[in-house]
């Protein structure tokens, strides 16, 4: 969907007008009837109210209060409403009339009618009867320029990106595959893309990536990515690391049935956030310096795959021994966390779809964060997760938690006790770092069994919009 500001009021389209309740009685296009009804709907507490005239839909957002998240999020589902709405009438454009509320809420609108709209149609054959009609939207307000509905715009679009990238079935995305995804992304959007293959990932001795991989057929990949604005406001970079399992079985500790593997799929949502993150951040030429590392493969039972108490070396020559090969996540992440050493970071988050314990923490509502990084920056996490209502919930990591980690033949085990996974996995992630780091587990939000206001069934594309909104105002 195209978002565009109009040039000048228009009584040809469906629209929908933000007003304060004062200016009910200055709405252009209305019965006296109608005002008098918009202002009898208002005095009894409704904001979202929809008048149908013939063809045409009106709807009313009239707003009291100022922007605080709670509000932002709402107005994104009236988006999200008025898209549904739109298409089920056919009419393929829409627009948004200011009349005096803040820009934040105008720009939320659109961000929800936008990412509300989102279709992953690729493997329907009737792909075009099912397309949605609305294809542009305008807005009219005099508050926001060209290059705020362009920012708008190119986060939808990484958004959505990410959530394509999700919903690609493991048929389609390859480790391989998906890094050619990657290049296609850097190429589009303005950042470069390396490539390590399976010769060069064996001489950089990770021995996480190389051991998940040992079940597949298909070769893994490690892939970097880098954005640096001429006019960057951090020496040295922000690496951003994403898991990107394409498809998770277990390994040869299968996960059980039934059900537990139909969303494996989306084991690569960690990578997929960053993808798109890296995306809209040079889409929209933020002055930073960024680096994204994505260790990518499928994890499966099969040729020499690895065995539970079969140790492995990690490229900083830390030995763990593996006892559960469904605990995979942390292995590969492990030797992303030890290549992003030699950039001296000024922060590194990784980002995935790592323990199953996260979602029994905090549901599908949030995601569970940890790490080494100071009480700022977590504080501005929290603070962009309720912007964009991509929320997060921080753990701690004491040391009680890394001893269960520990191992009777190696370093370290990939295994913790019966409680807590989510932070005994974080607990072995931070044995890799020496950097001030974030470990984002996504595993609850990453992924949507139903439709939720304007997060679809399937991929959510969750974590693009958080990191997005805490590196632009973090630095």
């Not at 293959?197 to 051991?211: F, N, Q, R, S, V």
């Not at 070396?313 to 995979?328: F, H, Y």
Request: aromatic share 8%; glycine share 8%.
């Amino acid at each position: 969907m195209k978002i565009k500001k109009a040039a000048a009021k228009t009584t040809s389209h469906s629209r929908v007008v933000f007003c304060k309740p004062r200016d009910i009685k200055k709405l252009e296009g209305l019965t006296k009837e109608e005002k008098d009804f918009l202002v009898t709907e208002s005095e009894s507490g409704k904001d979202w109210i929809a008048i149908h005239q013939l063809n045409r839909l009106s709807s009313f957002c009239i707003l009291k209060d100022a922007a605080s998240p709670e509000l932002l999020e709402k107005v994104r589902g009236y988006g999200n409403s008025a898209q549904a709405e739109i298409n089920k009438m056919a009419q393929n454009d829409f627009l948004c009339v200011n009349m005096g509320v803040g820009k934040e809420i105008i720009l939320s609108f659109v961000e929800g009618m936008a990412l509300g709209s989102y279709q992953f149609l690729k493997y329907r054959k009737d792909r075009e009867e099912r397309k949605n009609a609305l294809s542009t939207l305008h807005v009219l307000d005099p508050l926001l320029k060209e290059s705020d509905l362009e920012e708008v715009q190119n986060l939808v679009r990484a958004t959505c990106l990410a959530r394509d990238l999700v919903n690609e079935p493991v048929s389609y995305l390859t480790a391989a595959t998906f890094s050619k995804e990657m290049q296609k992304a850097g190429k589009a959007h303005g950042f470069s893309v390396k490539v390590l293959h399976k010769k060069e990932i064996e001489d950089h001795k990770m021995g996480g990536l190389l051991a998940v991989n040992a079940g597949s057929i298909d070769p893994p990949t490690f892939n970097i990515m880098e954005y640096k604005s001429p006019k960057a406001k951090n020496k040295t970079p922000i690496v951003l690391v994403g898991k990107g399992v394409v498809f998770d079985t277990g390994g040869l500790s299968l996960k059980p049935t039934p059900g537990s593997m139909d969303e494996m799929k989306c084991d690569m949502a960690g990578a997929a956030a960053v993808v798109g993150a890296m995306s809209a951040i040079a889409a929209n030429k933020l002055p930073l310096y960024v680096i994204a590392l994505v260790p990518s493969t499928d994890n499966r039972p099969g040729m020499n795959a690895v065995c539970p108490q079969d140790v492995i070396t990690i490229s900083d020559g830390t030995t763990v021994e593996v006892m559960n090969t469904d605990a995979e996540g942390r292995l590969i992440l492990a030797d992303a966390l030890v290549y992003a050493k030699k950039y001296k970071p000024q922060l590194v988050m990784d980002f995935a779809t790592l323990t199953g314990a996260a979602v029994r923490a905090v549901g599908t509502y949030a995601s569970a964060v940890m790490g080494t990084a100071n009480d700022r920056e977590f504080a501005k996490l929290d603070k962009s997760g309720m912007q964009v209502w991509e929320r997060n919930m921080r753990f701690p990591l004491w040391k009680d938690y890394g001893d269960e980690m520990k191992s009777d033949v190696a370093d370290l085990k990939n295994l913790g006790g019966a409680n807590a996974g989510h932070i005994s996995a974080g607990k072995f992630l931070e044995h890799f770092t020496d950097y001030p780091w974030i470990h984002v587990d996504i595993a609850g939000p990453a992924w949507s069994n139903t439709a939720s206001s304007y997060r679809p069934k399937g991929g959510t594309g969750v974590g693009v919009r958080l990191i997005y909104d805490f590196l632009k105002k973090g630095i």
